[in-house]
């Protein structure tokens, strides 16, 4: 019996841990999601803006990882919002490597309004 009652309890405790290191994981990549579209605003070269995407990018992409869930069976899932946030980070980009920052900046402009749509559905506070 406290065999079995010890194996629930460290079986919960893993699964708290667990659950709050994706909390923190998930946080951390907004943050970096945050941080680098405002440097990308920012940046006044390519080299920087592209850092800033690249940055974006990564925090995606491990973001990606947590699977978010809402009660509003209309939203867009969370890989899917996560897909396109990517799709426009890399068209972004496409215009950088053409030498087009300008281009680029009204194009990145649509990071937050996915950013936004994201937010509505799945931050809630």
Do not use: C, W
């Not at 708290?16 to 999601?33: P, R």
């Amino acid at each position: 019996m406290i065999k079995k009652t010890l194996a629930t309890l460290l079986f919960s405790s893993a699964l708290l841990v667990s659950s709050l290191s994706f909390a923190e994981t998930l946080e951390h990549n907004m943050e970096a999601l945050a941080k680098n579209y405002k440097a990308f605003n920012k940046a006044e070269n390519t080299k920087d803006a592209q850092k800033a995407l690249d940055g974006m990018k990564t925090a995606a992409l491990d973001a990606k990882k947590v699977k978010l869930k809402t009660a509003d069976r209309k939203a867009p899932t969370s890989d899917a919002l996560y897909d396109q946030l990517i799709g426009q980070i890399d068209k972004t980009s496409t215009l950088l490597k053409a030498g087009q920052l300008a281009q680029a900046k009204v194009e990145g402009q649509k990071l937050k309004t996915i950013r936004d749509a994201g937010h509505s559905v799945y931050h809630h506070h």
